[in-house]
């Protein structure tokens, strides 16, 4: 897995209470690991048959790593099965037996993939569950958004997409209380499309400062933008006050994302939280 920098990386693996499961265990987990254990396993049971010497000798390793998956995942009796087969290994059985042993135990680890079960993510989303998907501009101004966009990344790879947009709601926040304290002042309301027309008065209200401000007119151009992108997925979101009654398709889901991220990299080249 590749990561685009340290503190991302820092970020993806930070201790979350709330977590399905951490990226870390999803690496463990994934299928393909026991898949090729089973490989390995029947590779072997040919090589008992027919190359006896190379059989015992890769053996014990090959059973190392499918005790290790087993445990992980849950297959106890596979790691019992596994600890019998390394004691008849220890007692010099031959590879005859050993190879009847291993084929029993193949038989165990695909009866045991009946009862677990597994996520598949698609080859496309597998970076919003593995990665923060947001630029390491960002991350470092807003710090405190690790969470949510983490999290919401995790939840669109999952097709939990009215889950993923609640969770940039909760993002989002930190950017706009970063453009409030900016244009230094306070909110009448916690309204979002209040705290919008506010910020926008704000914004049209900077050319006063034109005396004492000399970057008015750059300063209007950036706030303006700001204003702009958040008013453009804040149209998206609906009514923040009635959010709790929306679902979010993927393709909905996916739009929100792109336009919070987007604000979120506009708003890091000034603003800090």
């Not at 059985?93 to 698609?122: C, H, N, R």
């Not at 919401?152 to 969770?167: E, I, M, N, P």
């Not at 959010?243 to 996916?254: G, L």
Request: glycine share 4%.
């Amino acid at each position: 897995m590749t990561h685009r920098a340290t503190s991302s990386l820092a970020c993806l693996f930070a201790e979350n209470p709330y977590r399905l499961v951490s990226v870390r265990d999803m690496q463990r987990f994934y299928a393909a690991v026991n898949v090729t254990d089973l490989m390995y396993l029947m590779t072997a049971r040919t090589l008992s048959l027919n190359h006896e010497t190379e059989f015992m000798k890769d053996l014990p390793h090959t059973l190392d790593g499918v005790r290790e998956s087993s445990n992980e995942i849950g297959f106890t009796h596979v790691v019992a099965q596994v600890d019998r087969l390394k004691h008849w290994i220890a007692q010099g059985a031959d590879a005859k037996t050993l190879g009847i042993l291993v084929q029993e135990l193949i038989g165990s680890i695909q009866a045991a993939y009946v009862k677990k079960l597994f996520f598949f993510v698609p080859e496309a989303d597998q970076p919003f569950y593995e990665s923060v998907m947001l630029s390491q501009k960002a991350l470092d101004s807003f710090p405190s958004l690790c969470f949510d966009i983490t999290e919401a990344g995790k939840c669109f790879s999952l097709d939990r997409h009215t889950a993923c947009v609640f969770h940039l709601m909760r993002a989002v926040e930190v950017g706009l209380d970063a453009l409030v304290k900016a244009l230094a002042f306070t909110p009448s309301s916690p309204n979002w499309e209040i705290i919008l027309n506010e910020c926008e008065r704000e914004i049209r209200g900077l050319h006063k400062k034109a005396a004492i401000l000399p970057t008015w007119k750059e300063d209007e151009h950036f706030y303006s933008e700001a204003a702009l992108q958040f008013r453009h997925f804040k149209n998206a979101l609906r009514n923040y006050t009635m959010h709790k009654h929306e679902k979010y398709t993927r393709e909905e889901a996916i739009g929100i994302f792109n336009s919070v991220r987007a604000f979120l990299d506009h708003i890091a080249d000034r603003l800090t939280e």
